[in-house]
């Protein structure tokens, strides 16, 4: 990869400019990284499988969303793209060589590691060829069973009107020779795997496991199709489209019909992709490309098979043994063994860790509040939401219950839009009082606020997360949550809301929490300019962050001084990272490492060494423009020590990873991080170390 695609411009009466790698390539390293676990065999066979899942579920959306965007950049007059430190047209031409390599590498990985492998298993894919009698008999029964409705079959006649590519749906492409002239003739077909199961186990003797992919059936069966011709060949291929909503900076209008409009125009957008079997001759992809207007940029070579997300649903035959070995979400004893689960919240904070607890501390916080008579209101955040959420049927029990409820829903939460509009119709239905999204900023926050009378007067209740209120993801998703009655939190919190449901800002600052919108920016700068100023004094010193994402230009620049002036920066960052560590005089003292493991790395976390009396913070927020310019977020301090010992130790095991740790160095290599010590995985090693806690009490 390219060492430095750009340069952080000077402020006013500065000299120097400071490296800055763009963040779609770091994303796109990043997505190596998920790519390097689809390769390694110390991992589970299964799990591979599932790493290529992930990989090619998260380009499917890079594509959808930030290369449409910079297609969309090209597409703008030359004055407007002036105002752009970057060339869009460049940088998407360096995304889509990298991408072209990584793509080679998926099939080889695929076909030349984790066939052989799966063979050693006796799980076999089979192609139409490898088919016997019976398996034919079968395949041609379930065609036409269950597949005939829907694969569409369409003759493609040059300069007559195309049929319309569905987003993200899968086509094969058909080569023919009409049987009469001998002419050559195209056609394409829809593989339905929106319908049907993308792998179909086979009929199979002697304890070996087969099965035939979805695609594979459309091609044994196309010549059906095709009376009246021969069938040459065929060739996959796939149209994404933009996806993007593009209403985040709408001011005006209803902004919830606005966003329902868009939803339903995202399956027509225009292309972002065009991807094809890289087996396909040149005449043949020439005929796509000027039957469907296709530009160069366009186009995105593959292997035989697209939409590799499926094999999420790869059939795992019972065999555990190619799998993780499962680590059970442990109990959090302090609450749910508690027998006055409220009285337990008011003697002390408690930390939640992520997917090594069990969730249902925070079910049952909520559930708790609907049915306890003495709770009077309650009040959340929604960002991302279970399809089946006992929190949101909590919070409806509430309301039947007789107590004010209050739900701010974002329903620009990309790719949830629609889910999060449907629960807050189900919602008012039930009686919530239900507030959506604020033109111009998403609201990013994960909080709850629970308002109970007791003997002493009303007592407040709170959640602070750093992920969201799902129950699906909290077990998968390495996150922290904070139960506290701290006062100086709760009445911050209470005024987060209060912004939420008015859209009135806060007659008071905020001291204690960071919020995005008022001070989180200057708050995290004025952190790290202290940091500066002891290091200048000689004095103890250091910088400490675990974030998904880091990307904001003056951030940045922040910790480019911080590190000239000797600060020393560690920094576990799972995705995007434009820094450029190791530059002599500019980022020597950064050690910045990724972690990429069986759970995904969400938790973000703030350290200051502040002369060993450590400010430490969780958060909603990583630094990017759009967390700090364009969202509300909250970044909630850490004052019980208990907790903070449990987090800095959490920290520090990650700092022990050798086996799943990866360097972010400035040449972007993703070298596995290697230490003499024995072999260390901070994820496993830190299910221990809560379930020790658990033990011991």
Known sequence: MQEVVGAISPGVGEVQSYPFYHRDLSWLSFNYRVLQEAKDPTVPLLERLK?????????????????????????????????????????????????????????????????????????????????????????EQYFNENMLPYVQPVLLIKGKIRPFLNNASLYLMVHMEDKEDCSEQYAIVK?????????????????????????????????????????????SIKLTRDAELYIDDEYSGDLLTKIRSSLTKRHVGPPSRFVYDREMPPELLQFLIESFKLKKTDLLVEGRYHNNFDFFKFPDFGLAELKNKPLHPLKFKPLEDAPDFFKALRERDHLLALPYHSYHSVVHFFEKAAQDPQVT????????????????????????????????????????????????????????????????????????????????????????????????????????????????????????????????????????????????????????????????????????????????????????????????????????????????????????????DRYLEHARVFIFHNEGQEDIYLASADLMTRNLKWRVETVFPVYDEAVRQQIRDVIELQWRDNTKARIIDRERTNTYRKTDCPPFQSQVETYYYFKRKTVDG
Request: proline share 4%; charged share 25%; glycine share 6%.
């Open 51 to 139: 790493f290529l899942a992930i990989y090619s579920n998260n380009l499917d959306e890079f594509f959808k969303v930030r290369v449409a965007n910079h297609r969309n950049l090209m597409r703008v007059g030359k004055k407007t793209r002036q105002v752009f430190d970057y060339s869009p047209k460049a940088i998407l031409k360096q995304i889509l060589r990298i991408v072209n390599r990584q793509q080679q590498e998926f099939s080889e990985i695929f076909e030349k590691q984790i066939v052989p492998e799966l063979g050693k298993q006796r799980i076999f894919l089979k192609r139409r060829l490898d088919l016997g009698p019976k398996q034919r008999a079968f395949v």
């Open 191 to 235: 593989v339905p795997s929106e319908h049907l199961p993308r792998f179909i186990q086979l009929p199979s003797l002697n304890g070996r496991r087969e099965l035939i992919m979805l695609d594979d059936i459309v091609r044994h069966c196309v010549s059906d199709m095709f009376p009246g011709y021969n069938i040459q060949d065929t060739y």
């Open 377 to 596: 209101h309650i009040k959340i955040t929604q960002y991302r939401v279970a399809r089946r959420s006992r929190i949101m049927n909590a919070l409806m029990e509430a309301v039947e219950n007789g107590k004010q409820v209050f739900v701010f829903i974002e329903v620009k939460a990309r790719f949830d839009e629609e889910a999060n509009l449907e629960w807050g119709e189900r919602l008012e239905a039930a009686g919530v009082k239900v507030a959506y999204s604020l033109p111009g900023v998403k609201i990013h926050s994960k909080l709850a606020w629970v308002l109970r009378k007791e003997a002493a007067g009303q007592q407040v209740y709170t959640y602070l997360s750093t992920g969201n209120f799902h129950e699906d993801t909290a077990k998968i998703y390495g996150d922290f949550g904070l139960f506290t009655t701290d006062v100086r939190l709760t009445e911050e919190v209470a005024r987060v809301f209060s912004f939420l449901e008015t859209g009135q800002h806060p007659k008071e600052n905020f001291r204690h929490l960071l919020v995005g919108q008022f001070q989180m920016r200057e708050k995290i700068e004025q952190l790290i300019d202290r940091e500066i100023a002891n290091a200048r004094a000689g004095k103890p010193c250091g910088i400490n962050f675990k974030l998904n994402s880091i990307q904001d230009e003056k951030m940045i620049a922040k910790l480019y001084e911080a590190s000239q002036a000797g600060v020393p920066i560690r920094l576990i960052i799972r995705g995007i990272c434009s820094i450029v560590p190791d530059v002599p005089g500019v980022s020597e003292n950064f050690e910045i490492i990724s972690i990429i």
